[in-house]
């Protein structure tokens, strides 16, 4: 790299890291804790999740009116079976939020053993799901999401302007030892902070819906699992609902239709007479992820995870392994890892940036002015890929303008007490 390129990357990425580094700190440490719960939550909820293993079990359709039951009025909107023996079932009703009042029955007697609060397709508890959403909004609601998406918008950035960084002074020998540091453990974790931050933009508000779009236009979106017009010939008006012994017949079908894995939802239609839908949702490897409508005892539509574009199937892939829950528990290390791997980058970068404080004597720590060094051809196509990837990512976009606008003002401000009177 010429002389010229390093002063600006080098300046770009001090200064990025210094502004950004605090939502990077604050999105690692709740990702940590996130990664840790999964066993805590396990033994936290150990009342409602397990039960004495047992060779009997009443039909499914008996543990759904037993939980109907434990809440009259409430509309049953799902159910998913007991995975494993020793697990409960989930009987799930409807709610206006995220999450859901759940009834966990237990399969051997049909006996309610309790009920939480669930959220999303994972079906987190209380615990997982207050920590996910200070991970994703530090519990602020949709503008709280700013920060995540900030943090995840300049990760890479900061990431691979540091490994640039990096080749253009590896064979200087008087690099000291903070700096070292910071740039080893950035190698370590490089992949890791690249995927952390393309499978966090998918999550975005802003950042999120280009993903969307994009992926719409270039044919990359999830199958869709469709019975046709679900409403054709049925007055909503005057619902007739569903009777839940229905379930047995139902599940039997899905079965003999492939869908196979442990862990699946049951959806339940509004009313009688239309598709039930049937879905795996384990989300660990080899992924199981094939969907079913059943009507009058027969399969009227399917969705096989096979059949994903391979987009689609990467996405699915992403989100799982940003979850860890893709590989089990080696998958919660990784993430717990690296989490860690991020709170030390951003720690030391701090420290590299005390240490050359220009209240101690050095200066700036890098002088202003490094973007006229380069040649302007080069500028130029820089700013061109910045304004596109601005545009695609417009937090990114918004605060690079206030960076610069902030650091062309504190130039100006330094020469005016720089010129002489």
């Given at each position: 790299m010429t002389e010229s390129w390093r002063g600006l990357v080098l300046r770009f990425h001090f200064?990025?890291?210094?502004?950004?580094?605090?939502?990077?700190?604050?999105?690692?440490?709740?990702?940590?804790l996130y990664a840790a719960t999964p066993q805590v939550e396990s033994w936290l909820y150990s009342d409602h999740l397990r039960v004495p293993v047992s060779t009997q079990t009443v039909p499914l359709s008996q543990q759904v009116k037993a939980a109907v039951a434990a809440r009259p009025g409430d509309e049953l909107v799902?159910?998913?079976?007991?995975?494993?023996?020793?697990?409960?079932?989930?009987?799930?009703?409807?709610?206006?939020?995220?999450a859901r009042p759940t009834v966990f029955v237990d399969p051997a007697d049909g006996r309610v053993v309790g009920d939480l609060m669930t959220y999303g397709t994972s079906g987190v508890l209380p615990l997982r799901t207050t920590i996910d959403?200070?991970?994703a909004n530090l519990l602020l609601g949709e503008p709280g999401r700013?920060?995540?998406?900030?943090?995840?918008?300049?990760?890479?950035?900061?990431?691979?302007?540091?490994?640039?960084?990096?080749?253009?002074?590896?064979?200087?020998?008087?690099?000291?030892?903070?700096?070292?540091?910071?740039?080893?453990l950035g190698l370590w974790v490089l992949v890791g902070a690249l995927f952390l931050s393309a499978t966090g933009l998918t999550w975005s508000t802003y950042a999120?819906?280009?993903?969307?779009?994009?992926?719409?236009?270039?044919?990359?979106?999830?199958?869709?699992?469709?019975?046709?017009?679900?409403?054709?010939?049925?007055?909503?008006?005057?619902?007739?609902?569903?009777?839940?012994?229905?379930?047995?017949?139902?599940?039997?079908?899905a079965r003999s239709a492939g869908i196979d894995a442990g862990s699946i939802e049951i959806a339940v239609p509004p009313m009688s007479g239309m598709p039930w839908k049937v879905t795996e949702i384990g989300r660990g490897w080899p992924t199981q992820a094939d969907a079913v409508a059943v009507t009058g005892g027969a399969v009227v539509g399917e969705v096989r995870?096979?059949?994903?574009?391979?987009?689609a199937k990467l996405?699915?892939?992403?989100?799982?392994?940003?979850?860890?829950?893709?590989?089990?528990?080696?998958?919660?290390?990784?993430?717990?890892?690296?989490?860690?791997?991020?709170?030390?980058?951003?720690?030391?970068?701090?420290?590299?940036?005390?240490?050359r404080r220009p209240t101690r004597g050095f200066g700036r720590p890098v002088p202003g002015g490094q973007w006229r060094k380069v040649p302007r051809a080069q500028l130029v196509v820089v700013l061109v890929v910045a304004a596109g990837v601005g545009w695609f990512v417009p937090l990114f976009g918004l605060s690079l303008v206030a960076f610069l606008v902030v650091d062309a003002a504190l130039a100006a401000r330094r020469k005016q007490v720089d010129e002489p009177v």
């Open positions: 200064y990025a890291g210094v502004l950004v580094g605090p939502f990077v700190l604050i999105a690692a440490l709740t990702g940590v799902a159910v998913r079976p007991a995975p494993e023996p020793g697990a409960t079932t989930r009987v799930l009703f409807a709610s206006d939020g995220d959403k200070l991970h700013l920060y995540s998406e900030l943090a995840a918008s300049w990760l890479w950035v900061v990431a691979l302007g540091g490994v640039v960084l990096w080749f253009s002074r590896r064979r200087n020998q008087r690099t000291r030892p903070t700096t070292k540091r910071h740039a080893t999120g819906e280009n993903v969307a779009d994009l992926r719409k236009a270039l044919g990359w979106t999830t199958p869709a699992l469709s019975a046709g017009d679900d409403h054709a010939g049925h007055d909503m008006s005057n619902p007739i609902p569903v009777m839940p012994g229905e379930i047995d017949s139902v599940l039997a079908t995870f096979a059949d994903y574009p391979v987009a996405s699915r892939w992403g989100i799982d392994a940003h979850m860890g829950v893709l590989f089990g528990w080696p998958n919660q290390v990784l993430l717990l890892a690296l989490g860690l791997g991020l709170v030390a980058l951003v720690v030391l970068g701090y420290r590299m940036w005390w240490l």
